[in-house]
């Protein structure tokens, strides 16, 4: 089957404070080790990139700019492509994700669903909550064994991840859009050395234990 990834790394990096996806990782840059994984299972990679980006490519097939919002920025990617019969889109800020991750989330598209996402289990409790002035109160306590953190890579029927980004919308990952229309979304085992580096300390911990692995 024909497979595009879209590597998402148009984001301003606000939390880490400056564009965390283009930091050097072991003698390249986050984003270049996103690309050359997603590379896997991708005949194409296109890399979305803010509107400042003055880099090389980081090793994708097709550069774009992207948009205000992860959504814009998937739909930028999306655009700049043939149809083919997957997308992947993986996040730049995820640069420990395994070929084997890219592979099973494919894999799973391949036998049927509409899109696949990698999911992890809770361990912690989970509570609701509402903020009532300075104070939090908990509301609820929530079945943990019904609920999962999903990660990217994510996988998707080509026409089912376009006809859910068609009406435009937003939602901080794709699947959400696709479960909007009513599209069968799985979930296959994710991996907690896929971290999406969000704050400083996620890039100096890895460091810290070796870098890449
Ligand atoms: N992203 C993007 N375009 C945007 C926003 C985010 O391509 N308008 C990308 C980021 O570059 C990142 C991924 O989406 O690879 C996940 O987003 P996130 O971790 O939230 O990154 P940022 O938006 O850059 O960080 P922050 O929210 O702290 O500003
Ligand atoms: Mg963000």
């Known amino acids: 089957m024909h497979v595009a990834a879209v590597v998402v790394a148009g984001g301003r990096g606000e939390r880490f404070g400056g564009p965390k996806q283009f930091a050097p990782l072991d003698g390249a840059t986050v984003s270049a080790h996103s690309v050359r994984v997603a590379r896997s299972v991708a005949q194409l990679v ?4 803010p509107d ?9 097939d097709l550069v774009v700019t992207g948009g205000v919002t992860r959504s814009e920025s998937v739909r930028a990617g999306l655009g700049a492509m043939e149809e083919v019969d997957i997308v992947v889109v993986h996040d730049a800020a995820r640069p420990w994700a395994s070929r084997t991750l890219f592979e099973s989330v494919v894999a799973a ?9 990698p999911g992890l289990s809770i361990t912690d409790t989970v509570k609701r909550v509402s903020v009532e002035g300075a104070v939090t109160v908990v509301r609820a306590t929530e079945a943990r064994d019904e609920l999962v953190t999903v990660q990217t890579p994510q996988a998707f029927r080509y ?4 006809r859910a980004h068609g009406a435009g919308g937003r939602a901080t990952d794709d699947a959400a859009l696709v479960e909007r229309l009513g599209g069968r979304v799985v979930v296959v085992p994710g991996d907690e050395a ?3 580096i969000t704050r400083p300390e996620d890039l100096r911990a890895a460091h810290r234990a070796g870098g890449v692995v």
Not at 52 to 60: F, H, V
Not at 109 to 117: C, I, K, R
């Open 46 to 49: 296109v890399l979305v990139v």
């Open 52 to 60: 400042s980006y003055a880099g090389d490519g980081e090793g994708a």
């Open 159 to 162: 026409t089912a991840l376009v």
């Open 109 to 117: 598209v391949e036998a049927g669903a509409d899109a696949a996402v």
């Open 194 to 196: 896929n971290v999406k």
